[in-house]
């Protein structure tokens, strides 16, 4: 019985995304491993950028910096 989390930042992910992860996620199981796709969870947990860190800061401080063009 898969257990899948993805985890992303809460930026505007439209449901329809979300049903295109967890359709993608469970035909990974499927396909390569062979599991049962009624027996496979998919969960989204959306965290807001200012719980998420990349490169020793906050996401949500690196956002503003790319927006100002002060980040690649």
Same mark, same amino acid.
């Given at each position: 019985?898969?257990? !899948?989390?993805? =985890? ?6 439209? #449901?329809? =995304?979300? /049903?295109? !992860?967890? $359709? @993608? /996620? ?12 009624? $027996?496979?969870?998919?969960? !989204? ?7 998420? @860190?990349?490169? @020793?800061?906050?996401?949500?401080? #690196? #956002?503003?910096? =790319? /927006? $100002?063009? =002060?980040?690649?």
């Amino acid at each position: 019985m898969p257990y !899948i989390l993805v =985890q992303v930042t809460d930026e505007g992910v439209t #449901r329809e =995304q979300k /049903a295109k !992860i967890i $359709a @993608g /996620a469970t035909a990974l199981m499927v396909d390569i491993l062979g599991k049962d796709p009624e $027996a496979t969870f998919v969960v !989204i947990e959306e965290v807001d950028t200012d719980n998420w @860190g990349h490169g @020793g800061e906050l996401v949500t401080l #690196r #956002r503003q910096r =790319q /927006a $100002a063009g =002060q980040l690649r």
